[in-house]
């Protein structure tokens, strides 16, 4: 695989532009640049705070249909897991996951004081800080510093997006964000830029703008020649996060080596009519998590392969006045994989007789998963990343 | 180097850039003579909307309706006008310094709320007191609704003090993170401010029934202390007007701070009794001010980049958010910094995406090229709605250009008016690059370059 990225620097048009990006090019050229331990980490952000009540339903549970007499989801309408616990109606496939073992749900994921400007908060789970604390880099972005510290090849995370989040910036290496390698390819390899890059730069600032200039018109290059190689037979959905998707999957399968993707869908900011939004947004990850798994599943990749969910806050546990809900705390996790050691439900459901001013009191601090994820799944210092000793979970 | 060059940089930095109007009088006025020009027109004059404000009555009346909407409908479009109009001030505005400051204040104590009124007084609190007094405006911000919304001290109460302002206070506004103080302070001055807050009209009070009267220990002084007290004692602190007037170097100057310089600068500061014009004079009449290193030393923010660009490039919008939405997906919108630390700096700036839309910008002006840009939504303003894409085409959201009052700028030399330092190789490339082609289109050529991200 190392030796198709070499050849493909060589054939590619910017051969000789190359000669004047020695540092770039030999970090492409260096092993260790794009060695992995062959799993892949893929995040699914619920923008906008997914309502969790109403996505591992409490359905024995007085105090949840008493406080939602309007939105609550029946018993019988819900697709039981335990006794206790049912999924949302329109969450089918990953009812199947479930019983197929490879779905685990945390319940009950927050942080200490937590924030509920959606902003903030996202701010929060994307940087991996304290709700006091203010960091400019993302965790996915520290991990590729730690992983990728002396190459600047930032095909090894992708954002499937117009734009990057703070989730995929480092200190020195940030992530590279495509809403379609044809896009990107075509914003990217201008005449014009291929010129300028060819000239050296004394100036640090100016340099650093050229190293991002340089690395993204040769990797938008092999990302689109890559993402054509290996376009998927499967028939995806054709709405953004099917699209999406399909972009992931015939990434995955060509040989581009990447490590971390990460996509977003919302809004799931349900504060009128919940019920109706938040059925259409759960209908349109079915579908396409369905598909997607089918086709990693039939390309042998799926052990290899983990979808984590998360969203930036939950919402409170009673309704409004206008059938939804407002911006709450602690919420539930999903784990998608062929590759878990534990699965299914992972710990109890919130308790709800012990509230904060009608929030759940979260249990599960988001940075153990992180940190579970970093060492136990990508094999990185997850205590250098995240600064500190988190502890980890077992189910991975 | 010569005076224009000079200039060049002096308006980059006290102002947003040359304006198209400008490049005559730079090439002779003396750096000296222009300051004091920037100096002279630094009037204070309200902010003028085109769309109808409300009374606090009124808003107080919208706020208690059931159906949130409307309040919410108000306050996007108001401050959308809001931002519109401050924007409109930083490009045709003579009154550069003025507005820079007041930009750079707005990042140094960010806050970021929906309510319309809040955001237009803290705003005005920063344009009022951009060039005055320090400790006027730390006194005025900590007493106004927005900050005291946005850190919750309506919240600390004597029975139970929220730390948020007082903490915030002195890690990011006044003498930086963990200098000076210590976690006992923060929880000693929270109680000295509690009962700051503001009535149901916004305006500011100071309820007695929830202030905490008694003793407190802060910075090793006793006494009752007060929020008035507690902003008293940080401000007789040298590391105070240290870490503003390094903030400001930084801002204004260099990203790298020379210690030296800084130190020398802040006790002038400190003796003038926090005056930031005192502060600024040190700063643009100095020497070192225009010395190599610190040209072109800068990435411009994305507003510095967007107001820049329109400053020297006159055009017309079809639909007038459209430049609001390039800030916005570059990363930066006036009244909605990211958290009360404000925006990151730098390289914070430069990822693949937002180099290459900023590379991209100049042509999609010029309508050489098409964009096509769905922006990161926003659910604390769209409140569950779908984000607009951002597009320019030829259909929509037409920019035209203004070209015929630049012509006196197109047959000079644009290298010098528009980077901030000259580049022979880069220079030649462009050049050949254009041969066949107009000079507009080697204006904009200069403009997507990633030396002109540079200030």
């Not at chain 1, 100036?203 to 190689?229: C, P, Q, R, V, W």
């Not at chain 2, 920063?126 to 309506?154: E, I, P, T």
Request: charged content about 25%; glycine content about 6%.
């Amino acid at each position: 695989m190392i030796i198709n990225r070499r050849n493909f620097i060589k054939s590619s048009s910017l051969a000789a532009a190359s000669f004047f990006f020695p540092n770039f090019l030999e970090a492409l050229t260096l092993p260790e640049a794009i060695e992995m331990n062959g799993k892949i980490l893929i995040i699914l952000q619920l923008t906008g705070g997914n309502d969790g009540l109403n996505t591992i339903i409490p359905v024995k549970n007085d105090i949840y249909f008493k406080l939602r007499n309007k939105i609550s989801i029946k018993e019988e309408n819900a697709l039981l897991l335990t006794d206790e616990a049912g999924i949302n109606p329109d969450l089918k496939f990953l009812k199947q996951l479930y019983d197929n073992g490879e779905l685990a749900v945390l319940n009950n994921v927050g942080y200490p004081d937590p924030n509920k400007s959606h902003f903030r908060s996202m701010d929060i789970w994307q940087s991996a800080s304290g709700s006091n604390e203010f960091i400019n880099s993302g965790w996915l972005g520290r991990y590729l510093d730690e992983a990728c510290h002396s190459c600047q090849n930032p095909t090894q995370a992708i954002e499937v997006d117009d734009l990057l989040s703070l989730a995929m910036k480092g200190n020195n290496n940030k992530a590279i964000a495509f809403k379609d390698p044809k896009k990107l390819y075509d914003y990217s390899v201008e005449n014009f830029y291929k010129k300028i890059i060819t000239d050296g730069h004394d100036h640090d600032l100016a340099s650093y703008m050229y190293n991002t200039l340089g690395s993204t018109i040769n990797n938008s290059e092999y990302i689109f020649e890559e993402s054509k190689s290996k376009s998927t037979d499967k028939v995806y959905p054709t709405t953004q996060i099917g699209k999406d998707f399909k972009t992931i999957a015939s990434l995955i399968k060509s040989d581009i080596n990447t490590q971390v993707y990460y996509l977003s869908i919302g809004s799931f900011d349900t504060h009128y009519n919940q019920n109706k939004s938040q059925s259409n947004l759960f209908k349109m990850i079915d579908q396409a998590v369905k598909v997607f798994v089918k086709d990693m599943k039939e390309n042998g990749k799926f052990n290899d392969i983990m979808i984590m969910t998360f969203s930036e806050f939950g919402r409170r546990v009673a309704q409004n006045a206008s059938n939804g809900t407002d911006h709450g705390t602690a919420n539930q996790m999903f784990f998608i994989s062929g590759g878990l050691k534990k699965k299914g439900l992972l710990n109890p459901l919130p308790d709800l007789t012990n509230l904060k001013d009608g929030d759940l009191i979260y249990t599960e601090d988001f940075r153990k998963v992180y940190a579970t994820v970093l060492k136990r799944w990508l094999n990185s210092d997850d205590n250098k990343i995240l600064g500190k000793d988190n502890g980890y979970y077992d189910f991975i | 180097m010569n005076n224009f060059l000079k200039n060049k940089h002096l308006i980059s930095r006290a102002g947003f850039g040359i304006h198209h109007n400008d490049i005559e009088k730079y090439k002779n006025l003396s750096p000296k003579k222009l300051y004091q020009e920037l100096k002279n027109n630094s009037e204070y004059k309200v902010l003028l909307t085109d769309f109808p404000t409300v009374t606090p009555e009124q808003y107080l009346e919208m706020s208690k309706a059931q159906d949130r909407k409307p309040l919410n409908q108000f306050n996007n479009l108001y401050n959308k006008n809001f931002r519109k109009s401050w924007h409109s001030q930083m490009i045709n505005s003579p009154y550069q310094l003025r507005e820079k400051m007041a930009f750079f204040w707005h990042g140094h104590f960010a806050t970021r709320i929906q309510h319309a009124l809040f955001n237009k007084e803290i705003i005005e609190i920063f344009r009022k007191n951009a060039l005055g007094s320090f400790r006027d405006l730390v006194f005025d911000v900590s007493k106004s609704s927005a900050m005291l919304n946005f850190l919750n001290n309506q919240q600390n109460k004597k029975a139970k003090p929220n730390e948020n302002f007082s903490r915030e206070l002195m890690e990011l506004f006044t003498l930086g993170r963990g200098n000076l103080y210590t976690e006992k302070d923060i929880k000693e001055s929270a109680r000295a401010f509690t009962g700051w807050s503001y009535n149901e009209l916004g305006e500011f009070t100071d309820n007695k029934k929830q202030h905490d009267a008694g003793e407190k220990v802060f910075l090793g002084r006793n006494g009752n202390f007060d929020g008035t007290d507690i902003i008293n004692i940080i401000l007789e602190q040298p590391e105070c007007a240290e870490f503003i007037t390094k903030k400001i170097y930084q801002f204004f100057v260099n990203d790298i701070a020379d210690e030296k310089i800084v130190k020398s600068l802040s006790q002038k500061f400190y003796k003038s009794n926090y005056d930031i014009l005192t502060l600024m004079d040190e700063i643009f009449l100095s020497d070192w001010f225009y010395s190599n290193e610190n040209i072109g030393s800068k990435i411009k923010s994305p507003v510095e980049l967007i107001v820049g660009i329109r400053r020297i490039m006159p055009m017309d919008l079809q639909n007038k958010d459209t430049i609001y939405n390039f800030e916005k997906i570059l990363g930066q919108e006036l009244l909605q910094p990211p958290n009360v630390a404000g925006w990151p700096t730098g390289l914070a700036w430069i990822d693949s995406s937002t180099l290459l839309i900023r590379m991209k910008i100049p042509s999609v002006m010029a309508g050489y090229k098409t964009l096509d840009i769905e922006p990161k939504p926003n659910d604390d303003v769209n409140m569950g709605k779908e984000e607009n894409k951002v597009i320019v085409n030829q259909k929509q959201n037409t920019i035209t250009i203004h070209w015929d009052s630049i012509n006196n700028i197109l047959n000079q030399d644009l290298f010098s008016i528009l980077l901030p330092k000259s580049n022979e190789k880069l220079q030649n490339t462009i050049l050949q690059f254009n041969s066949d082609k107009s000079r507009k289109h080697l204006m904009i050529s200069i403009m997507s370059t990633p030396e002109y991200q540079l200030c």
